[in-house]
């Protein structure tokens, strides 16, 4: 996994900044209710989306919580006083204490399907009875969008998707949330390109791949030989699910 403490000062310029930041709070906001006047955004990152979420609806308090120091200083300095640190599976809050938690992006990066369902009872748990958990699932799937270079990728080895919708679904139902809404957003300005790719296996985003390993070399090999070393395939589209917590 990045080191997010290292990554945190080049980290929105590198996930397409506020476009997509803009992208997917709009996305997250169109399935949390009207009247939602707390919301928790777990694993905020450097808050750019959650921002966002806070200056689309000015009568809506926003909260985020994130893990690591460096993302979190990020936070803060654009939610003075709104930004805490916390362990995911572990947040600081009472029960029911928010009409709504979001949590985008975070739960492909988890081990486990035990820390997935480890979160997801936290969020179900600060939440009130009615209010929506809204995620983003299958994260991984969405940047396959059926190009040149993913052709070239296909035999990678992968991490199993802890996000996976028919999981992430499952885990809920046992806290007692139910489907509640879906809804797709573009992660603009994330397409990949050939030359941006073989810097990514270089510096060792693909976690199966190893930088410097015969398969990292193998596929940088068949990368290099492709048309338009510079342009960018088509951005990804990910996935948003929305669940309510039972009165």
Excluded: N
């Amino acid at each position: 996994m990045l080191d997010y403490d290292k990554e945190a000062d080049a980290y929105d310029d590198s996930r397409g900044g506020e476009p997509r930041a803009a992208a997917a709070a709009e996305a997250v906001l169109g399935l949390v209710p009207p009247d939602a006047r707390r919301l928790l955004d777990v694993a905020c990152g450097t808050g750019i989306v959650t921002r966002r979420l806070a200056g689309a609806r000015p009568a809506l308090r926003v909260t985020g919580a994130d893990l690591t120091y460096g993302m979190a200083r990020m936070a803060a300095a654009r939610l003075p006083g709104a930004i805490v640190l916390a362990d995911s599976r572990r947040l600081p809050f009472p029960d029911g204490t928010f009409d709504a938690v979001s949590s985008v992006w975070l739960l492909h990066l988890l081990d486990t399907g035990e820390d997935v369902r480890a979160v997801v009872a936290e969020c179900a748990r600060v939440l009130r009875p009615g209010g929506v958990y809204v995620t983003t699932v299958d994260k991984a799937a969405a940047h396959d969008v059926g190009s040149d270079i993913d052709a070239v990728l296909a035999p990678r080895p992968r991490r199993p998707a802890q996000d996976a919708a028919e999981a992430v679904t499952a885990y809920t139902e046992t806290l007692g949330l139910i489907p509640a809404g879906r809804t797709r957003f573009p992660g603009h300005g994330q397409g990949r390109s050939p030359r941006g790719t073989v810097a990514d296996l270089r510096r060792g985003w693909f976690t199966r791949v190893p930088p410097g390993s015969p398969l990292a070399e193998h596929f940088t090999t068949h990368l290099e030989a492709l048309p338009d070393q510079d342009r960018p395939r088509p951005d990804p589209v990910f996935t948003v699910l929305a669940f309510r917590k039972r009165d």
